[in-house]
């Protein structure tokens, strides 16, 4: 009997242990109540790095919770250090902001946990970040992974696979692991001297790309271009209209004074025309902006060598005015899922003119004449655009979509910042042309405007200097290449077919916005831009010639799924509907832009649930501690079952 007794208790103990541990481990959806489901799922990626001259595998463990709360915890065996450590946790965060971006999921609903087991001595550095962002993606999408596929690269804003270190080594420790396909960054294959046999390698330019090798999933759509894009066309009315205001500037130009130069400039203006009657108004109107900059470039130069700097006080003060009033009222606009990117856009141009004025002042001191007149007709030009923009931005506010809260700004600012952190940490091992203080100082700005709640500043300031140094790395690798590639045909094969895989990556993405009913402005424009700078790429008769315009024209390329990525974030977390009739609203609402002078604030818009149910939100830690307390008062439940057992056996 009191065996029995003993054996049932031990039983009970164990079988309900079982249940708690499969339920938190084994299955993948444990109900805490009515209202909470908790998801858990994992996926083991075999991640590739270098140790010394060999290359090795790490075992990377992905752990998908939710609800969760839109961080990524990282525990590596031995721990990372330094930069190269720091690198390697935030770019894991980067890694599941793009992985939710593609698979249409909002960040904050979901907790990864990382974990990394090695054979080296330091676990660093961002170049699993690609495979990474590939691993969440198939998480958060119930995906499967191709076993017999790896891949190295690391992951940078919008997706795009960035380069690494010690490739070859990373290929040979693939091939001795038994992989049939490594994938590896385009900027680093185009270097290879030699491909090895008995692997495949595969470049890519996109994780998007990756993905499709490792899940089968196609999430790039070939067949879309601008012109397809039908509900864009009121983009091109927009741009038809700041097309227009910068005809007029050139209009009231007095060319004459150009004098030897006069030729120049209207072959530029000839140029924008050809671009505008092909219905590429952003290019044209981005040409005659290069115009006005090229006029008064000359102006101010004959006069600051006949008159002096005196001359041209009262200009660089009037200039420094406006930017003063651009910013005063960007600041007053609340932000709504239609206008976030283009206010985004006009604080990087703020900026912009900002720097202008600042290397003008600069240049006078120095007595570098010729410099100080190109940076002020650069200030001038870009001050008088601003107010182009406020016109644009507040003409779409007053049409009603959810505006954007300020916790996903926040979320969003600090997401970015981290980008620029990741990126900038990576600089001097990619180019080592920026000194490690003025690297600093960039990060220290932004960190600064995030502390102090100006997460819109923050955000836009990350996206200035994100683009800076994305365009120093494109045009870096792929200029540093021309004479190391040991086939220039196979180069410019691999970088126009990445051009090409960028731009309908971009594409997909802003087609998807469009179904919804939103658009980005900026990756719209960007995009028409960067077909510019292909063309020319394409058409040119010199190498250097056409590398430049490949690497400008994969930089807007970039912009664009950035500023895609931005409008569909905000419309995830606002849970923003698919607006039926928003193009015609705007299609409406900008033809006014010339015909009355629009005031005032957006709209604040606040969009509640219908049918609206209580959901309790349990944190993820405070789960597992209730579990840990469950497991613990199981055990003691059984202890006291066994000791019960065992007296009334003493007592029989």
């Known amino acids: 009997m009191e065996r029995k007794s003993i054996c049932l208790a031990v039983l009970s103990a164990v079988v309900l242990t079982l249940i708690l541990l499969s339920c938190t481990v084994y299955s993948t959806h444990l109900t805490l109540t009515n209202a909470t489901v908790v998801y858990v799922k994992s996926v083991t990626i075999h991640a590739l790095a270098v140790s010394g001259q060999s290359g090795e595998?790490?075992?990377?463990?992905?752990?998908?919770?939710?609800?969760?709360?839109?961080?990524?915890?990282?525990?590596?065996?031995?721990?990372?250090?330094?930069?190269?450590?720091?690198?390697?946790?935030?770019?894991?965060?980067?890694?599941?902001?793009?992985?939710?971006?593609?698979?249409?999921?909002?960040?904050?609903?979901?907790?990864?946990?990382?974990?990394?087991?090695?054979?080296?001595?330091?676990?660093?550095?961002?170049?699993?970040?690609?495979?990474?962002?590939?691993?969440?993606?198939?998480?958060?999408?119930?995906?499967?992974?191709?076993?017999?596929?790896?891949?190295?690269g690391m992951i940078l804003p919008g997706g795009i696979v960035g380069?690494?270190?010690?490739?070859?080594?990373?290929?040979?420790?693939a091939k001795e692991e038994g992989y049939k396909v490594v994938l590896v960054p385009a900027l680093n294959y185009i270097s290879l001297e030699t491909i090895p046999s008995g692997i495949k390698v595969i470049p890519i330019i996109d994780v998007r790309q990756a993905i499709f090798y490792l899940t089968g999933k196609k999430l790039?759509?070939?067949?879309?271009?601008?012109?397809?894009?039908?509900?864009?066309?009121?983009?091109?009315?927009?741009?038809?209209?700041?097309?227009?205001?910068?005809?007029?500037r050139i209009n009231k130009l007095n060319v004459s004074t150009l004098g030897p130069y006069k030729g120049n400039f209207i072959s530029m203006v000839e140029h924008a025309e050809k671009e505008a009657h092909e219905g590429n108004y952003y290019t044209a109107a981005s040409i005659l902006y290069k115009a006005l900059i090229f006029y008064y470039n000359i102006t101010y130069r004959d006069i600051l060598f006949t008159k002096g700097a005196y001359a041209l006080e009262s200009i660089a003060n009037s200039i420094a005015k406006e930017i003063t009033e651009a910013e005063e009222i960007a600041s007053k606009i609340k932000p709504n899922v239609l206008t976030i990117d283009l206010l985004v856009g006009l604080y990087c141009r703020i900026k912009d003119a900002k720097y202008f004025l600042s290397q003008y002042r600069n240049a006078l001191n120095h007595g570098a004449l010729s410099l100080a007149?190109?940076?002020?007709?650069?200030?001038?030009?870009?001050?008088?655009?601003?107010?182009?923009?406020?016109?644009?931005?507040?003409?779409?506010?007053?049409?009603?979509?959810?505006?954007?809260?300020?916790?996903?700004l926040k979320f969003l600012a600090?997401?970015?910042?981290?980008?620029?952190?990741?990126?900038?940490?990576?600089?001097?091992?990619?180019?080592?042309?920026?000194?490690?203080?003025?690297?600093?100082?960039?990060?220290?700005?932004?960190?600064?405007?995030?502390?102090?709640?100006k997460y819109l500043k923050a955000l836009s300031l990350s996206f200035y200097y994100i683009f800076d140094v994305t365009n120093m790395i494109?045009?870096?690798?792929?200029?540093?290449?021309?004479?190391?590639?040991?086939?220039?045909?196979?180069?410019?094969?691999?970088?126009?077919?990445?051009?090409?895989?960028?731009?309908?990556?971009?594409?997909?993405?802003?087609?998807?916005?469009?179904?919804?009913?939103?658009?980005?402005?900026?990756?719209?424009?960007?995009?028409?831009?960067?077909?510019?700078?292909?063309?020319?790429?394409?058409?040119?008769?010199?190498?250097t010639s056409t590398l430049n315009n490949l690497a400008a024209a994969m930089t807007y390329y970039t912009l664009a799924l950035l500023h895609d990525d931005l409008v569909e974030y905000f419309t995830l977390t606002t849970h923003a509907?698919?607006?039926?009739?928003?193009?015609?609203?705007?299609?409406?609402?900008?033809?006014?832009?010339?015909?009355?002078?629009?005031?005032?604030?957006p709209y604040s818009y606040n969009k509640t649930s219908i049918?609206?149910?209580?959901?309790?939100?349990?944190?993820?830690?405070?789960?597992?501690?209730?579990?840990?307390?469950m497991l613990a008062a199981v055990i003691a439940y059984s202890a006291f079952l066994l000791t019960s057992s065992l007296m009334q056996g003493e007592k029989s």
């Open 611 to 629: 049918n609206s149910t209580l959901t309790v939100s349990i944190n993820p830690s405070y789960m597992l501690v209730g579990i840990a307390v």
């Open 577 to 601: 509907p698919p607006i039926k009739g928003v193009m015609q609203k705007i299609n409406r609402t900008i033809t006014t832009i010339h015909k009355e002078n629009i005031t005032g604030i």
């Open 163 to 173: 380069p690494v270190g010690g490739v070859p080594y990373k290929i040979e420790a």
């Open 57 to 152: 595998v790490l075992n990377i463990t992905l752990i998908m919770l939710h609800p969760g709360d839109g961080n990524v915890y990282v525990a590596t065996m031995p721990l990372p250090t330094g930069t190269s450590g720091e690198m390697f946790m935030t770019s894991a965060q980067l890694a599941y902001y793009i992985a939710a971006m593609l698979a249409h999921k909002v960040p904050q609903d979901y907790t990864v946990l990382v974990k990394v087991q090695g054979n080296i001595l330091e676990i660093g550095g961002p170049s699993a970040s690609a495979y990474m962002t590939a691993a969440m993606y198939a998480l958060l999408t119930n995906s499967t992974l191709n076993n017999t596929v790896t891949m190295t």
């Open 220 to 248: 790039v759509l070939y067949n879309v271009t601008l012109e397809t894009l039908s509900k864009m066309a009121v983009v091109q009315k927009l741009l038809i209209l700041l097309w227009d205001l910068m005809k007029s």
């Open 474 to 543: 494109m045009q870096g690798y792929i200029i540093q290449f021309t004479a190391t590639a040991s086939s220039k045909e196979r180069m410019l094969n691999v970088l126009i077919d990445s051009a090409v895989e960028l731009r309908q990556a971009a594409l997909t993405e802003l087609y998807r916005l469009a179904e919804k009913g939103y658009v980005s402005m900026f990756a719209y424009m960007y995009i028409q831009y960067g077909n510019y700078y292909l063309k020319k790429a394409i058409n040119s008769q010199s190498l």
């Open 414 to 453: 600090r997401t970015y910042a981290q980008f620029l952190k990741t990126l900038i940490g990576y600089m001097p091992i990619l180019r080592g042309t920026e000194t490690s203080q003025t690297l600093a100082m960039k990060i220290l700005q932004v960190e600064q405007l995030y502390r102090s709640g």
């Open 373 to 408: 007149a190109e940076y002020l007709a650069l200030a001038k030009v870009r001050t008088e655009t601003l107010f182009d923009w406020i016109r644009a931005i507040k003409t779409l506010s007053s049409i009603r979509v959810p505006t954007v809260p300020e916790t996903s």
